[in-house]
């Protein structure tokens, strides 16, 4: 009898803790893996990312290489100093597109140009 009140307690536990598997290993994983697929066969490369954090690493460290000292003439032109990788991938890969954290980041480098969404 205690058995099958363990077996009726312990099966519901073990479905939701299946499911939340299920769910991160699809978010954080195919997720991204299928729009990577998908965007590469239109023509749209980048770097490679992490599982799990995507190209955040990458990012954080070329913002603190490039706000570590101060500027060197007063400009308006800081795209370079607040968006370094938007500038080094751009000249890297042209239209690319990142992986920060699972969020899709594909910037808009031509406007005139349309791609399909990926989430079909």
């Known amino acids: 009898m205690a058995f099958v009140t363990l077996l009726v307690i312990a099966s519901p536990v073990l479905a939701l803790l299946l499911r939340a598997a299920w769910v991160a290993l699809s978010c954080y994983l ?3 893996m299928r729009i990577r697929r998908v ?3 239109q023509g749209v490369r980048g770097p490679p990312p992490r599982p799990f954090i995507g190209n955040l690493r990458d990012v954080s460290a070329l913002v603190a ?3 570590a000292g101060d500027m060197p003439a007063l400009s308006h032109d800081i ?13 890297m890969y042209g239209e690319y597109m990142s992986l920060v954290d699972v969020a899709l980041a594909l910037p808009a480098g031509r406007p005139g140009r349309r791609r399909r969404g990926a989430d079909r």
């Open 30 to 32: 195919l997720t991204p």
């Open 39 to 41: 965007m590469a066969r």
């Open 65 to 67: 290489r490039a706000t």
């Open 79 to 91: 795209v370079g100093r607040l968006l370094p990788h938007y500038v080094r991938w751009s000249k």
